[in-house]
C-alpha cells in the first residue's frame, strides 16, 4: 500500500509538472452535441492558425463550464447570447451586444463574433400526435394536461425555461426530467409526448417529431458566440472571429445531423466544415484513434482514483487510530464520514466547483470524500474489535503504543481495513466517471459524450473499460490480501 | 531482603464496586507465590496492579523495592513476564516469532535471539517444528507452554501467570508443572502466580496469599497455611489440595 501511495505521489507530481511547462489554449464545450461540435471546430481552427490547443470538452451545464471559464481552467467555450443573459448574468431579460460585452468586461471575459445561427429552444411532439390532437403552437398545449412531458434537467430548472414557460402560456402539465440525449427516443418510442430541444438539433431531422410553433414570443434569443477570457491572446481572438456569421441555423442543424444521424466523428464533420468554409486549407483530421483515445482515458481514470484512494487511506487510517479509543469521536466521525457519502456525486462535484476549479482537483477531492467512509468504519471497527486479551497481553509485555499499534493492533485489522480499501476503490472507479462533467478527463469522458450524442457504442467505450478496472482492482486486491495476510484470519472474510 | 511486591494499603474500585481494600502484602523475592481464593475474590485484580495495568483507588505498590513508575511503564514491564489464561498468543505470528516479538522490538541480536527461543522451546519441550507454525495449529497443552516461553524471554526479574496452566487435561497439565520448576529453577527467580486450583498452588508455590471477597484472609509460607488455616474458608481450601 505505501508503495502504491509513493507512485500515486509521483504521478500526481509528474502530472502537475507536465501541465505547469505547456501553456496551450484549452477550448471548452458543455456536453451537448453542438458544444462538441463547435468546441471542436474552435479548436481545429486555433490549431490551424498555430496554436497549440488543448481540448476539456463536456462539462455537465453552464455553470460548471462558466465556473470553469471564470476560474481560468479554460479559455474559452462556444455559448450563447440568452444563457448568459439568464443563467449566467441573471438579468432578467435579454441584453443588447453593448450591454453584454460591458457586463462581462467586468468578470474578464469577452464575447467574440456571433456565428450567426439562433439555437432557442423548442417545444417538441411527436408528429403523429401533433396531428391527432392538432397541435401547431405552444398555445395549444394548454387543452391537454394529459401529456407526459420530459425535459432537460436544465430547462426544467432554470428560472428562464420551463417554470417562467408554463406560467406564460398558463400551462397545465408537470414536468420529468431527462437527459437531454436520451429525450428523441423517449419521444419516438411514446415514453414521453413533449420534450424541449434546441431549434438546431440534428436529431430534429431524425425523428418524426413537430416543433411547436413559439406563439407568444417568450423564449428569447440564443445566439451562438466564443465565450473567451479577456486574457485569451489576441491573435487568437482573432482566429475565433474568423467564424462570425459563417453558420445560419439550417448549416447547425445540418451538421449536427452529421455527428447524429451520419455517425461522423466531431472532429471530421469540424474539418470538412472549415474546409468547407475556405477557413482551412483542407480536412487536416489528426483524429486521434480508438486506441490511443481509450489508453489516455484509462491512465487519467487509474490516475483520479489511484490519487484519491491513497490520500484517502493516508487520512483514514491516521484518522481512525487516532479515535478509535474514543467511542463519541469513533461515532462523530463514522458520522460525519456517513453524511458525506450521502451527498449525490454529481452534487458534490458542482458544490466542489467554487473551492476547487474544475479538472481533476475537485474530482479527486470528491473520490476521496467518498473514499473515507468504508476506509475509515472498516478501520475503526477491526480496531475496537480486537480481542481484549490481545490488547492486555501486548500492553503487558511492555510494547509502546506505537509498537501495540505497528506489531499486533493492525496486523490484526488489516483483514477488515482492505477489505474497506477495496470497496472504496471499486466504488471510486465507479464514481470517477462521473467526473467527465467537471472536466477530469477519465472513462467518463466517452460515456458524456455517448450521452450527449445517444450513441451506445460511445457509452460502452467508457463503461466497458471502467467495469473491467473495477473487475481487475477485485482481482488485484484478492492477491494483494493473499499476499498479505496468513490465511486463516481471512477465513472470516466478508466475500462481496 | 527486600520484598519483590509490596502492597501497602491497596484497595481498588470499579466504578462504585470494591474489588480490592486493604491489602498489605509482601511478596518474597527469589521464590515462587500463588494467589488462590474463590471466582470473584479479586485474584485476577491483584495481578493487574502488579505490573501497571491497573491503578490502585488507593494506597502504594512497591515493585523490585520501588513505587511502580507509571509514566514509564514500558521499561517497568519488560522486566516483568506475563503469561495468560488462553495464552494471548497473537494469532498473526508463528510461533517463533510471539516469543521473540518483544526481544526483536527492545534490540537484541539476531543470534541472540534465535539461540534465546531455541533455549526456552527445549526447555518447554516444544519441538523445533513448531517454531514457524501459527498458535491456531498448536494444541492447548503446546500453546500455553508456547506463552510461557514467551514470557520469559526477556529474562524477567519476575513472572506473572494469571491462570496459565487452565483448560488442559490434568496429563497435560502435570507436564506443564514439571516444566514451569524446571524453568523456575533455571530461567526465572520470583514469580506470582493466579491460579483457582489448590493442588496446583501448593505443588508450585512456597508462598500462599488467600484472598476472600476481596480482603486477605491469610498470607504465609504455604506450608504454613495448610497446617494453620486462619478460617474455615482458607481451610476449605487447603481441603480441596490434599485430594
Known amino acids: 500500500m505505501f508503495r502504491a501511495l509513493a507512485i500515486g505521489t509521483l504521478v500526481w507530481v509528474a502530472g502537475c509538472g507536465a501541465a505547469a511547462t505547456a501553456q496551450p489554449i484549452v477550448v471548452g464545450s458543455k456536453s451537448f452535441t453542438e458544444s462538441y461540435l463547435l468546441g471542436e471546430i474552435m479548436a481545429q481552427l486555433l490549431e490551424a492558425r498555430g496554436f497549440a490547443v488543448e481540448r476539456r470538452f463536456g462539462f455537465g451545464g453552464t455553470l460548471i463550464c462558466f465556473q470553469a471559464l471564470t476560474a481560468g481552467e479554460i479559455d474559452v467555450y462556444p455559448e450563447y447570447t440568452g444563457t448568459i443573459s439568464e443563467a449566467i448574468l441573471k438579468t432578467g431579460a435579454p441584453l443588447a451586444r453593448r450591454e453584454l460585452v460591458e457586463r462581462l468586461a467586468e468578470l474578464s471575459l469577452t464575447p467574440l463574433s456571433e456565428l ?263 478501520a475503526i471497527t477491526a480496531l475496537i474489535t480486537i480481542d481484549p486479551l490481545l490488547r492486555r497481553v501486548a500492553a503487558a509485555l511492555g510494547m509502546t503504543q506505537w509498537q501495540q499499534l505497528r506489531h499486533v493492533f493492525f496486523p490484526l485489522a488489516l483483514p477488515h481495513v482492505l477489505a474497506g480499501v477495496r470497496i472504496a476503490a471499486v466504488v471510486s472507479i465507479g464514481t470517477a466517471t462521473l467526473a467527465a462533467f467537471i472536466g477530469a478527463g477519465g472513462l467518463g469522458e466517452p460515456i458524456v459524450t455517448g450521452l450527449a450524442l445517444n450513441d451506445t457504442s460511445l457509452i460502452l467505450q467508457g463503461a466497458i473499460p471502467a467495469a473491467l478496472l473495477a473487475l481487475a482492482t477485485e482481482l488485484m486486491f484478492e492477491i494483494i490480501e493473499r499476499w498479505l495476510i496468513p490465511a486463516h484470519l481471512t477465513a472470516g472474510r466478508a466475500t462481496l | 531482603m527486600t520484598p519483590i511486591v509490596e502492597f501497602n494499603n491497596i484497595a481498588h474500585r470499579f466504578g462504585t464496586q470494591q474489588v480490592l481494600g486493604g491489602l498489605n502484602l509482601a511478596l518474597p523475592r527469589g521464590e515462587t507465590t500463588a494467589v488462590v481464593g474463590t471466582s470473584g475474590s479479586g485474584k485476577s485484580t491483584l495481578l493487574g496492579l502488579i505490573n501497571g495495568l491497573l491503578y490502585p483507588s488507593e494506597g502504594q505498590m512497591r515493585v523490585f523495592g520501588a513505587p511502580v513508575p507509571y509514566t514509564t511503564l514500558t521499561e517497568f514491564r519488560r522486566r516483568i513476564g506475563y503469561a495468560v489464561q488462553g495464552t ?156
Request: net charge negative; proline share 5%.
Open chain 1, 116 to 378: 450567426g445561427f439562433n439555437n432557442t429552444y423548442a417545444m417538441t411532439v411527436r408528429s403523429a400526435t401533433a396531428r391527432q390532437l392538432k397541435l401547431r403552437t405552444i398555445t395549444d398545449l394548454v387543452n391537454h394536461p394529459e401529456l407526459k412531458l420530459g425535459l432537460s434537467h436544465e430547462f426544467r430548472d432554470r428560472a428562464d425555461g420551463w417554470p417562467a414557460l408554463k406560467r406564460a402560456y398558463g400551462l397545465p402539465q408537470q414536468a420529468a426530467g431527462i437527459e437531454h440525449g436520451l429525450a428523441y427516443q423517449a419521444l419516438a418510442e411514446g415514453k414521453i409526448d413533449l420534450t424541449d430541444a434546441y431549434s438546431t438539433d440534428g436529431e430534429l431531422l431524425r425523428y418524426p417529431v413537430t416543433v411547436l410553433q413559439d406563439d407568444r414570443g417568450y423564449f428569447p434569443v440564443y445566439r451562438a458566440l466564443p465565450l473567451a477570457r479577456s486574457d485569451l491572446p489576441t491573435a487568437a481572438a482573432a482566429a475565433l472571429d474568423e467564424l462570425a456569421d459563417r453558420l445560419d441555423d439550417d448549416a447547425m442543424r445540418a451538421l449536427n445531423a452529421r455527428v447524429v444521424l451520419g455517425q461522423n466523428s466531431f472532429a471530421a464533420v469540424a474539418a470538412d466544415f472549415l474546409a468547407a468554409a475556405g477557413l482551412t486549407a483542407g480536412p487536416a483530421v489528426n483524429e486521434s484513434g480508438l486506441w490511443p483515445t481509450l489508453s489516455r482515458n484509462i491512465v487519467a481514470h487509474i490516475q483520479l482514483t489511484l490519487i484519491a484512494l491513497s490520500l484517502a487511506c493516508l487520512a483514514g487510517l491516521t484518522l481512525a487510530v487516532l479515535v478509535y479509543r474514543s467511542e463519541a469521536l469513533s461515532r462523530v466521525v463514522l458520522y460525519v464520514a456517513g453524511l458525506l457519502q450521502t451527498i449525490p456525486s454529481i452534487a458534490l462535484l458542482a458544490l466542489l466547483i467554487p473551492l476547487a476549479g474544475v479538472g481533476q482537483k475537485p474530482a479527486i477531492i470528491a473520490l476521496f470524500l467518498y473514499s473515507l467512509l468504508p476506509i475509515v468504519r472498516n
Open chain 2, 88 to 243: 494471548g498468543l497473537f494469532p498473526h505470528l508463528s510461533v517463533a516469532d510471539n516469543i521473540s516479538l518483544m526481544a526483536r522490538l527492545t534490540g537484541w541480536s539476531r543470534t541472540a535471539t534465535v539461540s534465546r527461543v531455541a533455549e526456552l522451546m527445549d526447555l518447554m519441550a516444544l519441538e523445533e517444528t513448531l517454531a514457524s507454525r501459527f498458535p491456531h495449529e498448536l494444541s492447548g497443552g503446546q500453546q500455553q507452554r508456547a506463552g510461557i516461553c514467551r514470557a520469559v524471554m526477556l529474562k524477567p526479574e519476575l513472572l506473572l501467570l494469571d491462570e496459565p496452566f487452565s483448560g488442559v487435561d490434568p496429563l497435560t497439565r502435570a507436564d506443564i508443572h514439571a516444566r514451569f520448576q524446571e524453568l523456575s529453577g533455571r530461567a526465572v527467580s520470583s514469580a506470582v502466580l493466579v491460579t483457582h486450583d489448590m493442588a496446583e498452588a501448593v505443588a508450585l508455590a512456597s508462598y500462599l496469599v488467600v484472598l476472600q471477597e476481596g480482603q486477605v484472609a491469610q498470607a504465609g509460607r504455604s506450608d504454613l497455611v495448610l497446617a494453620q488455616p486462619a478460617n474455615d474458608y482458607v481451610a476449605q481450601l487447603m481441603a480441596s489440595a490434599r485430594v
